[in-house]
């Protein structure tokens, strides 16, 4: 069974291009061939920056033949009384290129309708690629696009220069937006010409022979074997914290590692700093000694000639060099200019439009975590030392040196701020505030920092609802899934039992205070933030291994404090294996239930000396405090151990109550006592999000 190549030739495509191919030909591929009756097949997908391929493998010769059913008109409009065709019969049949004996009758959802068969013979399967190249270079969705060519419309990443497409030995040939799909491929731009593809299975193979590595696994493993090499012939190790190794990989098709130096007097400047120059646009590799210090030289993965080694080196280390000039040349002017000078720039900076600049940040800061710190106990001392790293924590957004690289942002602030002789706990704080920065991303180290954390994400989420910045589908412009993501871990981290709730509120005070642009009544929009950051709360308790269900049903209890929920949500995934906790599930859903279909929720129940009201009111009473006893003590065990009497006692309720009664005083009243009752369950969970799956354990 022959294999099936399709190569897309283009411009050097986008590194997140590439990974967008990566993800989507697979699906493509299935798609098109089911849409041509082909079997499912395994599918290579090799990218590069010049080229998306895709092999698929163990396609049939021909797809087989099949008798294809079209529905007409309904009998009685296909045929008069004496049985002849009409003319929509006759209409139909010529449509299909029959005649109107060779419709059939057949029964169709109730009724008769007339069908033509009709029958398709087999169809070799080189005939269809075309279809399934044009799907796939149709159906990419690339984050950013360009249009360009005959006027067909065509979207892509970057211009299409040539299509190769073959199955098996056969060439295949057809158009595709004007361009003509043929067997030869493009080498290298400065090492290979044309290539030839005599087969799928040579693919590889040919393009090698022209300096390109088609297969990005290949390539990644040719990659890091280079920079291995390198860093071990001169005794170190490479690294690569900014995570560039994945752009580098779609920026080569024939990799080769070379090792620039840095001149010595940048070393004076601070690690990162010499870090950050080398990886933010360059994508060079620092390299490390076995002490762990930074060697004075770096890596970096050619795309040119080896021959020409030297010269690419050359070339690397004077652009690293120019950067490091303009890195020494922008932290002298903030060492000179110092904290204060870069603090009162701060409020020509606008942190947004509606928000203010950048001073009124730094205060909400500030106050923030002093309330925060206050809030978990922290001692007196610590407690200033937090305000002081949220008054620090935006200060390097007047320097020169963020300006030139942003992700320095925390990092020099907390530089400066050492170097002016700030206290050790401040300084981690400043250079920790934006931890963490996603799933994997280390946590705050200290107290301190996590407060000024949290500041810096509260102040970010209350502000972007507050204004509407929401995030909605997959655009997060401001990170504010990652930003309550965060905080979420934080204080999950730290076992921080604070309500949230009135953190909330105080961060949409302090904007109301300093005049920000946002709505007088900011519960709406805080009532909407909780409900997001419980969205990520779930997320947490889900990688726990917590089910849903249980997530949603301990948010549905309202205890407060993140921590808290989280606490009762895996006690409850626990709890589902114990008798009790069913049979408050069974009286709360049935109390739910009937509660929904009660007239005046205004009413409150008031006893009226009716012995069943009273007893279920008693059995209420001695519940709920029983439950809000458990509450306090995060203790969802004993909870329901207070709350198991309560089962019974429903139970009797509806057996000796009519709450359905013809006296509307009485009715209301044992409504309200039902909601009131339901309520008391609520504290525990919420009952109704959890399925019953009592058996199916």
Known sequence: MPDVLIEIGCEELPASAC????????????????AERLPDAPVEVMVGPRRIAMLIHGLPEQRAGRVREVRGPAEQAAFDTDGTPTAAASGFARAQGITPDKLVLRQDGGRRFVFAQIAEPAT???????????????????????????????????????????FGADTVRFDVHGLRAADVSRGHRFLGGPAEIARPDTYRDALRAVGVIADHVERREEITRELDAAAAGIGCTWRDPGGKLEEVLFLVEHPSAIVGDIRPEHLRLPERVLVTAMQSHQRYFPLARKDGSLEPRFLAVSNGDPAHAETITQGNSDVLDARLQDAAFSFDRDREAGLAALDARLDAIVFHKRLGSMAKKRDRLAAAARDLAAATGLRADAVTAAERAGR???????????????DLQGYVGAEYAALEGEDDEVVVAVREHYLPEGPDSPLPSTEIAACVALAEKIDNLVGAFLVGEIPTGSKDPYGLRRAAAGLVRVVNDRGWDIDLAPVLAAAAARLQADGSDIPPDTAPALAELDGFIGDRVAFQLSDDGVSAECAAAAQGAHLGSIVATMTWARAL?????????????????????????GEDTAVRFVSVGDAGEDALADACGKAAAGIDRARDARDLPAAIIAAHPLAAAVDRFFVDVLVNAEDPLARARRYALVRATADVLGRIADFTTVTDQRGQR
């Open 19 to 34: 990974r967008e191919a990566i993800a989507q030909v697979p699906g493509l591929v299935a798609d098109a061939l089911a």
């Open 124 to 166: 070799a399967t080189a005939e269809l690629v075309p279809e399934i190249a044009r799907g796939v270079v149709n159906g990419i969705r690339f984050s950013k696009n360009m249009r360009w060519g005959d006027g067909t419309g065509l979207r892509f990443s970057r211009p299409i220069r040539w299509i190769v497409a073959k």
């Open 392 to 406: 620090l924590a935006k200060v390097d957004q007047g320097a020169v040196l963020v300006a030139e690289f942003s």
């Open 573 to 597: 995934d626990q709890a589902q294996s114990d008798t009790a906790f069913w049979e408050l599930w069974t009286a709360s859903t049935r109390l739910v239930r009937i509660a929904a279909r």
